[in-house]
C-alpha cells in the first residue's frame, strides 16, 4: 500500500442500507485511516492506570505548507514509562490523500511530559500557521518557517507554561493588535502520591484515581509584546484563586461590547465564563449568567466546547460535551444576556445520555443553510467492558441533524458508517479536505492511528470565506460575519471552533442549500469596524481583507 491515505472501510452496511449510491442521504461518512499505520498515538497503559492516561490524540487541519490543500498535524502522546513520542504532519493533495511530510526534528520529543493538544494558528502574523503544542509542562511553541517546516520557540518566547495544559485560545485580550495566549491547565499531577492513593471503584470495576480529590491548576493567560515573546498577565486574583480541572476553551465576544471573553469547560468544576474587563482585567461571570451547571444545579464533566447559532436567532450558543449517564449540555444566550439550559427543548438529551463525549462542534454539515452537531465520543475506563448492560469502552461518533429550528435528531442510519465503528474518539477538526464544497472530519483516536471521515452525503451548493485580518491577527480572531441568504441569516464567530484540544480550518462554511449565493455578507472586525460586500457566488472560495476591503474570489480547488 502507498503512503497516501488508504481507503479503508471501517464498518460494512446493513442489508438494505441506503449509502450515497441508493436513497442519496444528505448525511452520509465514509471512513478512512491515515497512512499505513506507521503512526499512531500513545496513552500510557493498555488498562489507563492514571488519569494522564485517558485523553489526549489532539489533532490539526490546517495548511501548513502553503499549498491551498488542507495538511494533518497529530499529537503522538507517549508510553506507560511517560516516555514521549514525536507527533507527526502529513501534507494533503487536496483530494483527500495525504503524504507523511519528510521527517522534521522539531516534532520529535523534547524533554518533558507527553503531548495532549495542539493550537494552530497564525500568531505571528506571517502568513504561516504555527504550532502550539500543549504537554503536561512544558508547552512548545514551534513556528512554521513558511514551508511546513518548524523552529521551536518555547524558550525564547516565555510560552513554556510548566503546568500540565490542556486546551489553548489565541486571542488579542488587551487589543492593542498583537495576539495573547489563554492557557487551560488541568492537575497538578504527582504519580507517586497517587499510586500511595490507589483505585478508585466505579461501577464496579477498579479504575484509575482522579481527578476528583487531585489539586487543579490554575489556568494561565499571556500577554504578546509584539516581538514574537510574552509574559504572564496579571489579570487580578480571581483566575489563580480557584483552579479547576479545565480541558476546552472558546473565545468570542460574549457580551458584545467590542473585547473577547472566554468560555472554559471544566471536568467536574464547574464550567467558567471569564468577562473581558477591557484588559485590565477578567471575572468569572458563568454562575450568574447561568451557564456554569447542569440543569440540576450541578457541575458536570465538560470535556470539549464549541460555538454556534443553531435556530437562527442570531444570539450564540454553547454545547458541551460531558461524561456517560449524563447529556451533553446546549446553551442558548437570551437577548437579556442570560444563558439556559436547552438541552432538552433541542432533543439532545436523551440522544447523548449514553455517550462520553471528547471533540465536539456545529456545522452545517449537509450544506442545507442550518447548522448540524457532532461529537466524537469514547470513555475512560476499560473496565467498563466488564459492567453488564454499562457503556462500552470504545464507542461511536454521533452526528445530530438540524431541523431548521435548533432541534436535532439523529439521521437515518447514524451518518453512515464512518460514524457507526466504535472508537476511543478525542480530539477532532473540521474541514473540506477534498475542495468538493462539503465539511470532512479528522478524528483523533486514543492509542491509534487518525482517522478521516468523508462527507460523501448529498448536500446542498455551497461557498467558503476567508477573513485576513490586519497587523499581528491576520487571521481575523474575534470577528464576527453575518451571511444572508433571502430573508435568512447564518452567523459565525472567528476563531471560535476548537473541538477537543485541537484545530479546525478557521475559514467560513456556508451552506446555501439550493440557493446560488450569499446575497449579502456583513463583517464586523475585531477593531469595530464594519464592511459589506456581496453577492457571493456558490462554489467559490472568497477571501477578504480588512485592510483594503477587497473581496478576491476563486474556485475552491485552488
Known sequence: ??????????????????????????????ARTLGDGEFANASGTAEKDFVNDSFGAGVALRDFNGD??????AIGGGDAQGKANGDALFFGDGKGGFERAPKDLSLEPTPGGRAYGVNARDFDGDG??????????????????????????????GLGDPAWSTGAAWLDFDGDGVLDLFVVNHIDFDRDAVMERGKSLYLGQSVYYGPTGLPA??????????????????????????PNYGFGVIVFDEDQDGDLDLYVANDTTPNQLWRNDGGAGMSDQAARLGCALSMEGGP??????????????????????????????????????????RTTRSRLHALTWKSLGWACGFGDLDSDGDQDLWAFNGHVYPQMDAVPLGPSYTQVAQVFENDGSGRFSVPEHGGGPGMGTPR??????????????DL??????????????????????SLMVELVGEGGNREAIGATVEGQVGSKIQKRWVGSQAGFLSSSDPRLHFGLGEGQQLDQLRILWPNGSSLDVGPLQAGQIHRIDQATGQVQSGPRDH
Not at 444566550?333 to 439550559?341: I, Q, S, V
Open 1 to 30: 500500500m502507498s503512503k497516501h491515505l488508504g481507503w479503508i472501510l471501517l464498518a460494512s452496511l446493513p442489508l438494505g442500507a441506503c449509502g450515497p449510491g441508493a436513497q442519496d442521504p444528505s448525511l452520509w461518512f465514509e
Open 68 to 73: 491551498g490543500h488542507l495538511d494533518i498535524f
Open 128 to 157: 504561516d500557521v504555527d504550532l502550539y503544542i500543549t504537554r503536561r509542562g512544558p508547552n512548545r511553541l514551534l513556528c512554521n518557517q513558511g514551508d511546513g517546516t518548524f523552529e521551536d520557540q518555547s524558550e525564547i518566547s
Open 217 to 242: 491548576q490554575a489556568d494561565h493567560l499571556y500577554l504578546g509584546r509584539g516581538d514574537g515573546t510574552f509574559e504572564l498577565a496579571d489579570v487580578g486574583p480571581e483566575l489563580g484563586s480557584n
Open 300 to 341: 458536570q464533566a465538560g470535556m470539549g466546547v464549541a460555538l454556534g447559532d443553531a435556530d437562527g436567532d442570531l444570539q450564540p450558543e454553547l454545547f458541551i460535551t460531558n461524561f456517560s449517564n449524563d447529556y451533553f449540555t446546549l446553551y442558548r444566550r437570551g437577548e437579556d444576556g442570560f444563558w439556559r439550559d
Open 424 to 437: 476511543s474518539g478525542r480530539g477532532g477538526a473540521v474541514g473540506d479536505l477534498d475542495h468538493d464544497g
Open 440 to 461: 470532512d472530519m479528522v478524528m483523533g483516536v486514543l492509542d491509534g492511528s487518525p482517522v478521516v471521515l468523508e462527507n460523501t452525503g448529498r448536500g446542498g451548493n
